[in-house]
């Protein structure tokens, strides 16, 4: 194991988004935002998960990772957590190092902020659904849900060519091939998904691009970072038009989580609320029993909404940030009060 300060030290802070967010978050954050941000700057305090691949189980490495005192996520009485998804925390920020892919071997583990898993637990995947994983690169959600649940159909997209290279090779590395056999990998706009496959899936994860909090902070040109300022006022519409697409890909009675890795609330809230008033057929689920059986893990700041949490840093609970919705497709186009009666 190295110290996972080790290779961050390099790491420099761009003030002009530290300013950004600190005038933003202060307001939205209120209280909470001068720890988010203690954390959110010293990269020394950002801890990594370890999720295990049930495809080549470590059975060696998990006896080691027991006695180095880590412990195992999601033991308590989650709505949903099937047995197969293991992942482990170290209070510490010990990190261990990434796997080298080895020809002809699954990898047997891969790092992750813990967080990333909420919205795979909240999607509740089942074996033989059809699922689309609408913005999948690099690809540790999808390789998540797979710990989860054997899909009949697992549709991975990503816009990005470079990034849709790391998605492949992520499900190579990790994926044995009968279930690779079941996954189709895409390159589309994946605005343009729901008017190509209209009312194929039963889940759809749609984990946005956003404002990506930790990796902006260390933007490097802070010209760019200026630029991308103001540019992210226009993420909300470009978050909104992969909703709609997702909502139109989803079957009546299927379920769509969304999830951003920003603590912005116009990314976050404001595009779910904005969902929700669009859209008769489309109902908020109900998730707070996630974080009621989750807090010893991780911290949650309030969002507003029954059906969306806000993982904020925190220290020794450096996981986050993560925004994560669920949402309902009805199989009436009814108002939404009468779909609540039958909920
Ligand atoms: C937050 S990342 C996804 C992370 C991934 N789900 C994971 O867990 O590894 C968002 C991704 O959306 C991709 N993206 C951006 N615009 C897109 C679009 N119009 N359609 C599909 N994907 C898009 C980005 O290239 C990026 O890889």
Same mark, same amino acid.
């Given at each position: 194991?190295?110290?996972?300060? *080790?290779?961050?030290?390099?790491?420099?802070?761009?003030?002009?988004?530290?300013?950004?967010?600190?005038?933003?978050?202060?307001?939205?954050?209120?209280?909470?935002?001068?720890?988010?941000?203690?954390?959110?700057?010293?990269?020394?305090?950002?801890?990594?998960?370890?999720?295990?691949?049930?495809?080549?189980?470590?059975?060696?490495?998990?006896?080691?990772?027991?006695?180095?005192?880590?412990?195992?996520?999601?033991?308590?009485?989650?709505?949903?957590?099937?047995?197969?998804?293991?992942?482990?925390?170290?209070?510490?920020?010990?990190?261990?190092?990434? *796997?080298?892919?080895?020809?002809?071997?699954?990898?047997?583990?891969?790092?992750?902020?813990?967080?990333? /898993?909420?919205?795979?637990?909240?999607? @509740? /995947?089942?074996?033989?659904?059809?699922?689309?994983? /609408?913005?999948?690169?690099?690809?540790?959600?999808?390789?998540?849900?797979?710990?989860?649940?054997?899909?009949?159909?697992?549709?991975?997209?990503?816009?990005?060519?470079?990034?849709?290279?790391?998605?492949?090779?992520?499900?190579?590395?990790?994926?044995?091939? &009968?279930?690779?056999?079941?996954?189709?990998?895409?390159?589309?706009?994946?605005?343009?998904?729901?008017?190509?496959? &209209?009312?194929?899936?039963?889940?759809?994860?749609?984990?946005?691009?956003?404002?990506?909090?930790?990796?902006?902070?260390?933007?490097?040109?802070?010209?760019?970072?200026?630029?991308?300022?103001? !540019?992210?006022?226009?993420? &909300?519409?470009?978050?909104?038009?992969?909703?709609?697409?997702?909502?139109?890909?989803?079957?009546?009675?299927?379920?769509?989580?969304?999830?951003?890795?920003?603590?912005?609330?116009?990314?976050?809230?404001?595009?779910?609320?904005?969902?929700?008033?669009?859209?008769?057929?489309?109902? &908020?689920?109900?998730?707070? *029993?996630?974080?009621?059986?989750?807090?010893?893990?991780?911290?949650?700041?309030?969002?507003?909404? @029954?059906?969306?949490?806000?993982?904020?840093?925190?220290?020794?609970?450096?996981?986050?940030?993560?925004?994560?919705?669920?949402?309902?497709?009805?199989?009436?186009?009814?108002?939404?009060? *009468?779909?609540?009666? !039958?909920?």
């Amino acid at each position: 194991m190295r110290g996972k300060s *080790e290779g961050k030290l390099a790491k420099q802070i761009c003030k002009v988004v530290l300013d950004h967010f600190e005038k933003q978050y202060s307001k939205e954050l209120e209280d909470s935002w001068n720890t988010v941000r203690d954390v959110l700057i010293s990269p020394s305090l950002w801890q990594y998960a370890v999720l295990l691949n049930r495809f080549n189980y470590p059975f060696e490495l998990e006896m080691d990772l027991y006695l180095k005192g880590y412990h195992q996520l999601f033991q308590g009485s989650l709505p949903y957590c099937p047995k197969s998804l293991k992942c482990y925390l170290s209070r510490t920020t010990d990190r261990l190092p990434s *796997e080298r892919h080895q020809f002809g071997n699954l990898k047997k583990y891969y790092l992750l902020n813990a967080a990333s /898993l909420l919205p795979v637990l909240a999607l @509740e /995947l089942r074996d033989g659904e059809k699922a689309l994983d /609408l913005c999948a690169a690099p690809g540790g959600k999808s390789l998540a849900l797979l710990q989860c649940a054997w899909p009949g159909y697992l549709h991975c997209n990503e816009y990005d060519r470079l990034r849709l290279r790391w998605l492949r090779q992520t499900l190579e590395s990790f994926i044995p091939q &009968p279930l690779i056999n079941v996954i189709k990998v895409s390159e589309s706009d994946g605005r343009e998904i729901g008017d190509a496959q &209209p009312e194929t899936f039963d889940k759809v994860l749609v984990d946005a691009p956003c404002s990506n909090d930790r990796s902006w902070l260390f933007s490097s040109d802070p010209q760019k970072a200026t630029c991308r300022i103001h !540019q992210r006022r226009n993420l &909300p519409v470009l978050q909104m038009e992969l909703l709609r697409s997702a909502i139109k890909a989803l079957r009546p009675g299927g379920v769509l989580v969304y999830s951003t890795c920003t603590l912005s609330k116009a990314e976050n809230q404001d595009v779910i609320n904005e969902t929700l008033n669009s859209y008769s057929n489309v109902m &908020p689920v109900d998730i707070r *029993e996630i974080a009621r059986t989750c807090s010893q893990d991780f911290t949650f700041a309030p969002t507003g909404q @029954e059906c969306g949490l806000l993982v904020i840093p925190d220290k020794g609970k450096a996981w986050g940030p993560m925004y994560v919705a669920k949402l309902k497709k009805s199989w009436s186009t009814g108002k939404r009060h *009468e779909f609540c009666k !039958q909920f």
